[in-house]
């Protein structure tokens, strides 16, 4: 019985050998993703290029418990790959955050929407006002301090990161 489990194995092998990679055609990959995009995808944030990426926010949905709570799910595309991640927000005038996740740890990003602008932060405020006030996604969130101000929040806030480690697996 064990030589005929040893012969199937092998052969299985050898047949896998024989099968050789077929060379991926990049703009094919690229159109096929574009073609996967969800109706309700607005673009954030497009780099083309050799490091092309496109930041999408699509599926925002608001808390049934919490009025200043979205929830919704980012479309990440890079050259080579596509990541989409769910995520929430906090759009309340007093703590603004952004809730965000790897494979190690959760992130609770405190922003200050309408305020100063640091580059590591861009992505957090595009994410933020895309979630919280729609009709402003995809705006430079650097020229929207005068928005933010009519819309209750003091721009005065002090940013931060909470990171909570995840326990290992």
Request: glycine share 4%.
């Amino acid at each position: 019985m064990r030589a005929v489990y040893w012969i199937s194995s092998l052969s299985l092998l050898m047949g896998s050998a024989a099968v050789q990679a077929v060379p991926v055609d990049r703009e094919s990959l690229l159109e096929q993703m574009k073609a996967m995009r969800p109706v309700d995808l607005v673009v954030l944030d497009q780099r083309d290029g050799a490091n092309a990426y496109t930041l999408g926010i699509f599926a925002i949905s608001k808390d049934p418990t919490d009025p200043e709570l979205r929830r919704f799910k980012l479309w990440q595309e890079y050259a080579d790959d596509l990541v989409v991640p769910s995520e929430s927000v906090s759009c309340s005038r007093e703590e603004p955050l952004r809730m965000t996740r790897d494979n190690d740890a959760i992130y609770i990003r405190k922003l200050n929407p309408g305020g100063p602008l640091r580059l590591s932060t861009r992505e957090d405020h595009l994410v933020w006002w895309a979630a919280c006030h729609p009709t402003l996604a995809g705006k430079e969130p650097e020229t929207l301090g005068e928005q933010a101000r009519e819309l209750g929040y003091s721009t005065q806030l002090i940013e931060s990161e909470e990171v909570l480690r995840l326990p290992a697996p």
